[in-house]
């Protein structure tokens, strides 16, 4: 079993920036697929960044040039850079990890993120 612990969501005004972190139980060198996803209420679970294990990236292209993600060997984190906050961008981000491309998925807790003047 995978606990992921999240931390760094909180209150942000628009054009500004956040740096969410993941902490894993186990180590970020063993996930196939480290991901954030966000949720916004009323709408669906969606994929916004996606570091795979060849350090290849994907990011939705509603938060692309503004979100960057990475992961942090030595620290042992998962982390996303969110830059020139949106209104938009306001929901439950959270970090999820694949251990293998059919292996188990595990998903953290969720941290809130909100972007308001």
């Known amino acids: 079993q995978v606990h992921l612990v999240e931390s760094g969501g909180g209150l942000a005004q628009p054009g500004g920036s956040l740096r969410l972190s993941c902490v894993p139980s186990?180590?970020?060198?063993?996930?196939?697929?480290k991901d954030w996803y966000r949720q916004a209420p009323g709408q669906e679970r969606t994929l916004v960044a996606r570091?795979?294990?060849?350090?290849?990236?994907y990011y939705a292209d509603s938060v692309k040039g503004r979100f960057t993600i990475s992961a942090d060997n030595a620290k042992n984190t998962i982390d996303l850079q969110i830059n020139s906050l949106k209104p938009d961008d306001t929901a439950v981000y959270y970090c999820?990890?694949?251990?293998?491309?059919?292996?188990?998925?595990?998903w953290g807790q969720g941290t809130q993120v909100t972007v308001s003047p």
């Open positions: 999820s990890v694949q251990q293998g491309n059919y292996g188990n998925r595990y």
């Open positions: 186990g180590s970020v060198l063993s996930f196939y697929f």
């Open positions: 570091i795979r294990s060849d350090e290849s990236t």
